[in-house]
């Protein structure tokens, strides 16, 4: 069965790709089955029974995801959702129910493992990123996020990035250019290396990344939009935020942590880049909960 008009129109809305969302989760919940069935439900449950199951937080987090759990259940057999007043980006605590489903009781269980999975890792990442939007509140630095993404999920989790109060950086390597050290060492320097991106995409924002304060001046000389200060203390952003002077933004980036994010944040940049929000975000415990028969 395709996605439910609903469900469809809500993916849209948050920007996601439902069609994308849908091809999602059918691999996964295939690659859970791998070509077979859910051998202990059907050893276990009766064939025409039916259930209800609640999805329940354990810990306390922001949740993201619950559409596309939602995505997982109704491919996962003729299963009934209903909603709560849980909406992603909300705050949420041990206890509250995200969601109830309903249907044959083995199709419950066998879409509870893979929509947990997503539901819980983009709560995570949420989660994750709500810590450290709360961390530079009330600075002007906004928190973004990389090209550091699980293989697959990339439109997933930067969806999670904005739930929990982030923002994306590109979505892939097509629609920006960022330039990097590599890039610098083919293209023989920073500026030549920033003309040869403008000369080819003259429309296209370019990102230069920088190590210190004199390839931040050439940057600059050069006409770049957004720069990139790579594994630069505090101080030195500070530096370069005098030197820039509202010429480009700013980006830190690199050796950040929860720690010092606020004051990397009052050096006045435009953004801090957190590649963890993605590759290193611990998952937010939640539980599918089957309710008793009576």
């Not at 059918?26 to 259930?51: C, F, K, W």
């Not at 961390?135 to 293989?151: E, H, S």
């Not at 950086?169 to 320097?189: E, F, I, T, Y």
């Not at 770049?224 to 203390?233: E, F, G, H, Q, Y």
């Amino acid at each position: 069965m395709t996605l439910s008009p609903d469900l469809t129109a809500r993916l849209a809305a948050a920007e996601l790709d439902p069609a994308a969302v849908e091809a999602l989760v059918r691999a996964a919940l295939a690659e859970d089955l791998a070509g077979g069935i859910d051998v202990t439900s059907a050893a276990t449950v009766p064939a025409g029974q039916e259930s209800t199951a609640d999805f329940v937080v354990r810990g306390s987090g922001v949740v993201a995801g619950l559409a596309v759990a939602e995505a997982v259940m109704e491919a996962a057999g003729d299963v009934r959702v209903q909603r709560t007043a849980a909406a992603d980006g909300d705050l949420v605590r041990p206890g509250d129910v995200l969601l109830s489903v309903s249907g044959r009781t083995r199709d419950l269980l066998t879409g509870e493992r893979t929509a947990l999975n997503l539901l819980c890792h983009l709560s995570g990442v949420a989660t994750a990123t709500r810590q450290w939007a709360d961390a530079v509140a009330g600075t002007a630095a906004a928190v973004r996020d990389t090209r550091k993404t699980t293989p697959g999920l990339r439109a997933l989790e930067k969806y999670a990035v904005r739930c929990g109060g982030g923002v994306n950086h590109r979505m892939s390597l097509s629609d920006a250019a960022l330039v990097k050290d590599n890039h610098v060492v083919a293209a023989g320097g920073v500026a030549e290396a920033f003309a040869a991106v403008r000369a080819m995409w003259p429309g296209l924002p370019v990102e230069v990344e920088v190590d210190s304060l004199a390839q931040l001046r050439t940057a600059l000389d050069a006409g770049a939009d957004l720069v990139l200060l790579d594994n630069m203390s505090p101080a030195l952003m500070s530096e370069a935020v005098q030197i820039t002077a509202g010429r480009a933004r700013l980006e830190a980036s690199g050796g950040l942590t929860l720690d010092t994010a606020r004051a990397v944040a009052e050096t006045g940049v435009d953004y801090i880049a957190v590649g963890a929000l993605t590759h290193s975000a611990p998952v937010l415990d939640i539980g599918l909960d089957l309710r008793e028969h009576r």
